[in-house]
């Protein structure tokens, strides 16, 4: 059984900052791709960031030069670093990986429980 994690949510003022966690948990072979993503009220899930194993990363064109991805791969652990945040950040930020588990070939996607990011103007 493999689980997602993820804490560090809540509630901030515009300008503010929080920095979201998520452990990967269980009988996991290695770790490919992990991100986050975040779901609006009556929006659609999309992207935020997402880091290779490499720790090469890619973002959303809304939060760069404001978020910061990264990981540690011997935690099996991903983060992101949200500084100025705005309103529109408000969200459920859920967290995703792409796993080996042992004896497989091909890597499974998981996904956290979500977590709760508020944003006040």
């Not at 900052?17 to 899930?45: D, E, T, V």
């Not at 194993?53 to 760069?64: E, F, G, I, P, Q």
């Not at 099996?76 to 500084?83: E, F, P, S």
Request: charged share 15%; hydrophobic share 35%.
């Amino acid at each position: 059984q493999v689980q997602l994690v993820e804490s560090g949510g809540g509630l901030v003022q515009a300008g503010g900052s929080l920095r979201l966690s998520c452990a990967a948990s269980g009988i996991i072979f290695s770790i490919n791709a992990m991100g986050w993503y975040r779901q609006a009220p009556g929006k659609q899930r999309e992207l935020v960031a997402t880091i290779t194993r490499a720790l090469s990363t890619n973002y959303a064109d809304s939060v760069k030069g404001r978020f910061t991805i990264s990981r540690d791969n011997a935690k099996n652990t991903v983060y992101l670093q949200m500084n100025n945040l705005k309103p529109e950040d408000t969200g459920v930020y859920y967290c995703n990986a792409e796993i080996f588990r042992y004896g497989e070939t091909i890597p499974r996607d998981y996904w956290g429980q979500g977590t709760q990011v508020t944003v006040s103007s």
